[in-house]
C-alpha cells in the first residue's frame, strides 16, 4: 500500500481498546506519555483500522489512546485504514511504528515473531523481521521465541517485565506444565539474573535425571522452598541460598570441601580478611593454591608476609592445604 493514508479525528468511544488483534494485552506505565501529551499534545497518530460493526481496530499506538483516555479527550486525530487492508500489512504497520519509536519486550517479541509466521515463512521472518524486534536474524533466535509465546499468561508477564530471560523462557517451554509452576515462584521472586536462570534450570534438570524424578519434585522440597520467604534474608540472598543448595545436592563432597575450607579460613582468621585472600585448586582439583595480597606500602607487605608466615606454622593451615 503506497497511497496516503487518510488522517482525521475520530471518536475515542467508537475505539475498540479490547480488541488485541495487533497488539498484546499488558499493563503499561503511562506517566511519561500522559507528560508528553499533556504539555504538547499528541506527536504521533495511533493507526487505526475500520471493522464492519462500525467500530475502528487498534493496530499501532494503543498507549496512545489509552493515555488520551486518561486525560479526558473526547477524540484523537489517527491514520485510518480502511476494512479491506490485509492483516499482513496492518502487521508491518504495528511493527514499524513500534521498531523505530522503543525497543520490543520479550513477550511482545514472542507475539509478533508467531504473528509473522501466519503470514511469511520462517526464513523470511527470522532474517527479516527478528533485526526489527531487536534480535539477530537466527533460526534459533525464531525457534526460541516460538517456545516462548506458548508459555502460560504468567510467565509471559515476567517476560514483559524483563525477568525472564529468552534463554531460560525457552528451556523451561520444554518441562511439563506442572514443573513450570513449580519453578514460577523461584522465577517471578527471587532476583536472578539471566545466566543465573540458566544455571538454575540447568541444576534443577540435572537433579531431577540423575535422582529419576521431575523437575517439579526437586522444586517441591522443603528444604529448597524454605528460602523463598525467609524472613532473615534479603531477597538477593534468597536466590544465593537456593543456588547454594542446589549445587550442595549437585555435587555434595564439593560442597562439604568448601564449607571445611571456608570454616578453615575462619579458624585462621583468614575469611574475610581485608588484605590478604587465599583460594584453594579449582574444585579441589590440583596442587595449587591462589594466595593474593594487597598492600598500600612496604611496611604493610613487610607486615603481611610475617603474618602469613607465622600462619603456615600453624597445623590448621597444613591440614586446610592437604583438602
Known amino acids: 500500500m503506497t497511497e496516503a493514508i487518510p488522517f482525521q479525528e475520530i471518536s475515542l468511544t467508537a475505539v475498540d481498546l479490547e480488541d488485541y488483534t495487533f497488539t498484546v494485552p499488558a499493563g503499561v506505565d503511562l506517566s511519561r506519555l500522559l507528560a508528553s501529551m499533556r504539555g504538547v499534545g499528541l506527536l504521533n497518530p495511533p493507526w487505526l483500522r475500520a471493522r464492519a460493526d462500525g467500530r475502528w481496530q487498534v493496530v499501532a499506538g494503543r498507549k496512545r489512546l489509552q493515555a488520551a483516555a486518561q486525560l479526558g479527550w473526547q477524540a484523537i486525530p489517527a491514520r485510518l485504514l480502511p476494512p479491506s487492508t490485509p492483516e499482513s500489512h496492518c502487521l508491518l504497520v504495528a511493527l514499524y511504528d513500534n521498531a523505530f519509536s522503543r525497543s520490543f519486550n520479550l513477550r511482545e517479541q514472542a507475539f509478533m515473531a508467531r504473528r509473522l509466521l501466519s503470514h511469511w515463512d520462517r526464513v523470511a521472518v527470522a532474517a527479516k523481521f527478528l533485526p526489527y524486534l531487536g534480535l539477530p536474524p537466527s533460526a534459533a533466535h525464531l525457534d526460541r521465541l516460538l517456545q516462548v509465546s506458548a508459555l502460560a499468561p504468567a510467565f509471559l508477564e515476567l517476560c514483559a517485565r524483563g525477568r525472564l530471560a529468552l534463554t531460560a523462557a525457552a528451556s523451561l517451554a520444554q518441562w511439563p506444565a506442572p514443573d513450570r509452576a513449580a519453578a514460577l515462584p523461584y522465577l517471578s521472586e527471587l532476583p536472578f539474573s539471566q545466566s543465573k536462570q540458566e544455571q538454575f534450570l540447568e541444576a534443577v534438570e540435572l537433579l531431577a535425571r540423575r535422582e529419576g524424578v521431575l523437575p517439579g519434585e526437586v522444586l517441591s522440597r522443603q528444604h529448597l522452598r524454605q528460602y523463598l520467604h525467609d524472613p532473615t534474608l534479603n531477597p538477593p540472598e534468597r536466590a544465593e541460598a537456593v543456588r547454594r543448595c542446589l549445587k550442595r545436592w549437585l555435587n555434595p563432597r564439593l560442597s562439604a570441601a568448601l564449607a571445611a575450607f571456608q570454616e578453615a579460613l575462619g579458624r585462621l582468621g583468614l575469611k574475610g580478611h581485608p588484605r590478604v585472600q587465599l583460594q584453594p585448586p579449582p574444585v579441589f582439583e590440583g596442587p595449587d593454591f591462589h594466595l593474593e595480597i594487597k598492600f598500600r ?27
Not at 300 to 313: K, M, P, S, Y
Request: aromatic share 4%; net charge negative; glycine share 0%.
Open 297 to 323: 606500602d612496604a611496611p604493610e607487605l613487610q607486615q603481611l608476609l610475617e603474618e602469613i608466615a607465622r600462619l603456615t606454622q600453624r597445623e590448621d593451615f597444613a591440614a586446610l592445604t592437604r583438602m
